[in-house]
């Protein structure tokens, strides 16, 4: 195999007049390069989106939750099922939660959010939204002396939403906000909705978009009165310690929490959008992978021309008794030369732009894209399966012109000379 590399690399370095073979040879090197770096830089891209939503999802929702299987009957005596739950197997913490969709009104602005009565000490346990909340604004959520069915103090209860919808309806922090709750009193009119002023103590900002345009936190206590609930949650949430276990132990809560119940896992409820994100990723690298492809026929051409230059040499080596076997090694290793000084130079480039990308954050449209910065995670993996994928490419293309270098015969070929 030394011969064989030795004249492959040899013929490699085009002469003066063969200069159109090596521009061609130069042009098919970046081609693999920039094939390969875009690919690194699409799936670290891809990854990094996926990475990215999966760890803001699980840090800003429960693992699990547990509920009705009629929602409208809400949890009674939820403490002592509460109590035994959170002493599962698996189970880490467990949080009570009055859930429900209200309209948030400042002014003439309003929004739609998930306003959830909670007791932060629970709540901080199965999601971390309320650490991007100042402190003074979460503890103003702790539940006070007042009983669910008393009469609310003259001081305005207190309310945290997202930074999002807070921009959305034009509120501050301090300023006076009207939750409308459809939970209301039936009248000769109709229903009548539950109308409830709140004072907005803090604002949260998770960076995805759908936590922080679409909700909102409030006291266990004052959700029940604004809901006209007492004393009664809608949904017990859980964290467990293993995630991809998630589904076997909702099953386990659902079994010990009785009939009448049903559970609801994070892989569930984002089974769409992780299906959507890898669909996205299998494209991308079939899209891109064209590319190199494109630059797999230009090392077809510029081999194929390198057959046709060199066809008086290869009769004389021939004559002098080289093997066509090895006229076929010495152009199939002058198309993986190409394709390995493109792929590697593609992988350095491929890197190098995702670690800038991560380094140097590139801001996105939260509401288009649900995250505010495009996310980069290179893996390893994705290197030795692109440079797999390329260098096989590129060696495809090396077969048919090997093969035409290797039928030459001698005799016809020297006739003229």
């Known amino acids: 195999m030394r011969f064989e590399l030795f004249v492959a690399a040899r013929y490699l370095k085009a002469k003066r007049r063969q200069a159109v073979v090596g521009v061609v040879t130069a042009i098919s090197i970046?081609?693999?390069?920039?094939?390969?770096?875009?690919?690194?830089?699409?799936?670290?891209?891809?990854?990094?989106m996926r990475r990215d939503m999966q760890d803001r999802l699980i840090d800003s929702s429960a693992h699990i939750q547990l509920m009705r299987t009629n929602q409208n009957e809400?949890?009674?005596?939820?403490?002592?099922?509460?109590?035994?739950?959170?002493?599962?197997?698996?189970?880490?913490?467990a949080a009570p939660e009055l859930d429900e969709q209200v309209v948030v009104a400042h002014g003439a602005r309003e929004g739609y959010a998930l306003v959830e009565g909670i007791i932060p000490q629970y709540e901080k346990s199965v999601s971390k939204v309320?650490?991007?909340?100042?402190?003074?604004?979460?503890?103003?959520?702790?539940?006070?002396?007042?009983?669910?069915?008393?009469?609310?103090s003259s001081q305005l209860p207190p309310l945290i939403i997202g930074?999002?919808?807070?921009?959305?309806?034009?509120?501050a922090v301090g300023d006076t906000v009207t939750l409308i709750s459809p939970q209301g009193e039936l009248s000769?009119?109709?229903?009548?909705?539950?109308?409830?002023?709140?004072?907005?103590?803090?604002?949260?900002?998770?960076?995805?978009?759908?936590?922080?345009?679409?909700?909102?936190?409030?006291?266990?206590?004052?959700?029940?009165?604004?809901?006209?609930?007492?004393?009664?949650?809608?949904?017990i949430s859980f964290r467990v310690d293993n995630l991809n276990h998630a589904p076997e132990i909702a099953k386990q809560i659902e079994t010990a929490a009785g009939p009448g119940f049903q559970t609801t896992?994070?892989?569930?409820?984002?089974?769409?959008?992780?299906?959507?994100?890898?669909?996205?990723?299998?494209?991308?690298?079939?899209?891109?992978?064209?590319?190199?492809?494109?630059?797999?026929?230009?090392?077809?051409?510029?081999?194929?021309?390198?057959?046709?230059?060199?066809?008086?040499?290869?009769?004389?080596?021939?004559s002098f008794g080289v093997d066509p076997n090895q006229v076929r090694r010495i152009f199939l290793l002058q198309g993986f030369l190409i394709s390995l000084v493109g792929t590697i130079l593609g992988l350095i480039l491929g890197y190098l732009g995702a670690w800038a990308g991560s380094h140097y954050h590139i801001g996105l449209t939260p509401d288009v894209y649900a995250i505010d910065t495009l996310p980069f995670a290179p893996r390893v993996i994705d290197g030795i399966v692109v440079a797999t994928v390329s260098i096989s490419i590129s060696l495809l293309a090396t077969l048919y012109p090997s093969s035409t270098a290797a039928r030459i015969r001698p005799a016809e070929a020297l006739r003229y000379e």
């Open 188 to 235: 000769p009119l109709g229903m009548i909705p539950q109308t409830v002023r709140f004072q907005l103590v803090g604002t949260y900002h998770t960076g995805f978009y759908q936590y922080d345009s679409n909700w909102g936190f409030i006291r266990l206590g004052d959700a029940q009165r604004l809901y006209d609930e007492p004393d009664i949650i809608t949904v």
């Open 30 to 48: 970046a081609g693999v390069t920039a094939g390969v770096a875009a690919l690194i830089i699409a799936l670290a891209i891809t990854n990094g």
């Open 74 to 93: 809400g949890i009674h005596d939820w403490r002592p099922l509460l109590d035994r739950l959170s002493r599962l197997p698996h189970v880490v913490a």
């Open 163 to 171: 930074k999002e919808l807070a921009d959305t309806i034009g509120a």
């Open 265 to 318: 896992n994070w892989k569930e409820q984002n089974r769409e959008l992780f299906r959507a994100l890898r669909l996205e990723q299998i494209v991308t690298f079939i899209v891109i992978t064209l590319i190199v492809i494109v630059a797999a026929l230009n090392i077809l051409i510029a081999l194929t021309m390198m057959v046709m230059e060199k066809t008086r040499d290869i009769a004389v080596l021939m």
């Open 130 to 152: 309320l650490t991007n909340a100042p402190a003074a604004a979460v503890k103003a959520l702790e539940p006070t002396n007042e009983s669910a069915d008393a009469s609310p």
